[in-house]
């Protein structure tokens, strides 16, 4: 799951990051103290989540909110209640009061992260011409390459900026799994496993050792 922090308080915002360091399938996309500039880099990425803080110059983080896609997840941070109501009704995550702490921040998180993983059915991605929808059960694997990653489906590939922690953390860890420091595959689409290796379709996809364990356990075998 990606994320945006934005919040004109340089020491909220920081200390948010360090938060969400501690907190697995969680990467912090986009870090921000000027709402606008936070608002033109949503444009380009779309994150799946914005940390916001409700009072910032130029634009509120209500504001901000009623500016961009309703499918994002919002979870407002304030040293005020007064704005709950505001940020509820546009359908908030959650509204945390200031100051943040680890195990609040934990709590709302994990609940959007759950929520997120369980709608990823589908995802758009981008192309030359803009987004195409791919089911998620139609993707064969997906490799990093340096800062690129290739997501390659049953019929296309795509290439992306990014990194493969950013793409398995949108991913569900029912179907997809992480094998090698370069590589996550779709279980389902595994047709034969060798000596160290995974062969989807045409493809040999190395099993990183600290990775053996992991996959070994999940693969379902019948050994007579």
Do not use: W
């Not at 949503?42 to 803080?53: A, G, S």
């Not at 994990?110 to 991605?125: G, P, S, T």
């Not at 420091?181 to 050792?209: A, T």
């Amino acid at each position: 799951m990606n994320c945006f922090i934005i919040d004109d308080d340089d020491t909220t915002r920081l200390l948010i990051e360090d938060m969400i360091g501690k907190i697995s399938g969680v990467a912090v996309s986009g870090s921000f103290r000027n709402p606008l500039e936070g608002l033109e880099k949503y444009i380009e990425q779309k994150p799946d989540l914005i940390i916001l803080d409700v009072e910032m110059p130029e634009i509120s983080g209500v504001e901000f909110a009623q500016g961009i896609d309703s499918s994002t997840k919002i979870i407002f941070i304030s040293s005020k209640k007064d704005y709950a109501v505001d940020a509820f009704s546009l359908n908030a995550a959650d509204y945390i009061l200031k100051p943040v702490t680890l195990p609040r921040i934990t709590q709302a998180m994990l609940r959007v992260k759950k929520d997120i993983q369980e709608n990823h059915d589908a995802f758009f991605l981008k192309t030359n011409d803009g987004y195409q929808r791919v089911e998620a059960s139609d993707l064969t694997y997906i490799e990093a390459l340096g800062d690129y990653v290739q997501i390659y489906s049953s019929t296309n590939k795509f290439i992306l900026n990014g990194t493969l922690k950013a793409v398995e953390s949108k991913l569900s860890k029912k179907e997809f799994l992480r094998v090698h420091r370069s590589y996550i595959v779709n279980l389902e689409k595994v047709e034969k496993i060798e000596e160290g290796s995974i062969i989807i379709g045409k493809k040999l996809i190395p099993v990183g050792r600290s990775y053996k364990k992991e996959f070994t356990e999940r693969i379902n075998t019948l050994d007579l």
